[in-house]
Antibody, heavy 121, light 111 residues
Framework: QLQLQESGPGLVKPSETLSLTCTVSGGSISSGVYFWGWIRQPPGKGLEWIGN???????YYNPSLKNRVTISVDTSKNHFSLNLSSVTAADTAVYYC?????????????WGQGTLVTVSS | QSALTQPRSVSGSPGQSVTISCTGTSSDVGAYDYVSWYQQHPGKAPKLMIY???KRPSGVPDRFSGSKSGNSASLTISGLQAEDEADYYC???????????FGGGTKLTVL
């Protein structure tokens, strides 16, 4: 059974960079079939797509976050990562990693449990 | 690009049917058959309930169904059960610039 697990600091200072990793088990990112993504949810609010990555490193970003987001993949470790720079309190959210379908389509069939990241000094 | 538009809340009694709407534009919902629906219980990760407008992942009851007409999509839940009480989000592919859009979410209350 495919499992995804987010990891990273739960507290980040304003203006710094938020960094999270999603480790995949029970399946291989390098299979090249699926796309892998990050989605976030501010407390009490809705879901926001951050971006996707393919096993070969091709990335697809939310235009509203594109200037601050970098998603990368390490197939040797079977994980992919999120960096979000110049964070503010508005970036406080539960961050989820998930597996999309065979295209960038918003068809996220497998999700991590989510990790709360708070931006505060 | 703005999020897809959903009603903030809907409600129904056990056994009844409810429909949740998701309104987009001709650049997203109306342009592609890549509409999905997610169920989210408090404190939990979202769960995929419908994808490609009408398809159900394995394990999702056939009480859940999806449809689309023009720029709007709908999720219908028939035979409402207490465990269906949750937040529901629609999602659509929106082309090769915006890529993925979510709706604002709808809270379903089972009376």
């Amino acid at each position: 059974q495919l499992q995804l697990q987010e990891s990273g600091p739960g507290l980040v200072k304003p203006s710094e960079t938020l960094s999270l990793t999603c480790t995949v088990s029970g399946g291989s990112i390098s299979s090249g079939v699926y796309f892998w993504g990050w989605i976030r949810q501010p407390p009490g609010k809705g879901l926001e797509w951050i971006g996707n990555i393919y096993y070969n490193g091709n990335t697809y970003y939310n235009p509203s976050l594109k200037n601050r987001v970098t998603i990368s993949v390490d197939t040797s470790k079977n994980h992919f990562s999120l960096n979000l720079s110049s964070v503010t309190a508005a970036d406080t959210a539960v961050y989820y990693c998930a597996r999309d379908g065979e295209a960038v389509a918003g068809t996220f069939g497998y999700w991590g449990q989510g990790t709360l990241v708070t931006v505060s000094s | 690009q703005s999020a897809l538009t959903q009603p903030r809340s809907v409600s129904g009694s056990p056994g009844q049917s409810v429909t949740i709407s998701c309104t987009g534009t001709s650049s997203d919902v109306g342009a592609y058959d890549y509409v999905s629906w997610y169920q989210q219980h408090p404190g939990k990760a979202p769960k995929l309930m419908i994808y490609d407008v009408t398809k159900r992942p394995s394990g999702v009851p056939d009480r859940f169904s999806g449809s689309k007409s023009g720029n709007s999509a709908s999720l219908t839940i028939s035979g409402l059960q207490a465990e269906d009480e949750a937040d529901y989000y629609c999602c659509s592919y929106a082309g090769s610039y915006t890529y993925v859009l979510f709706g604002g979410g709808t809270k379903l209350t089972v009376l």
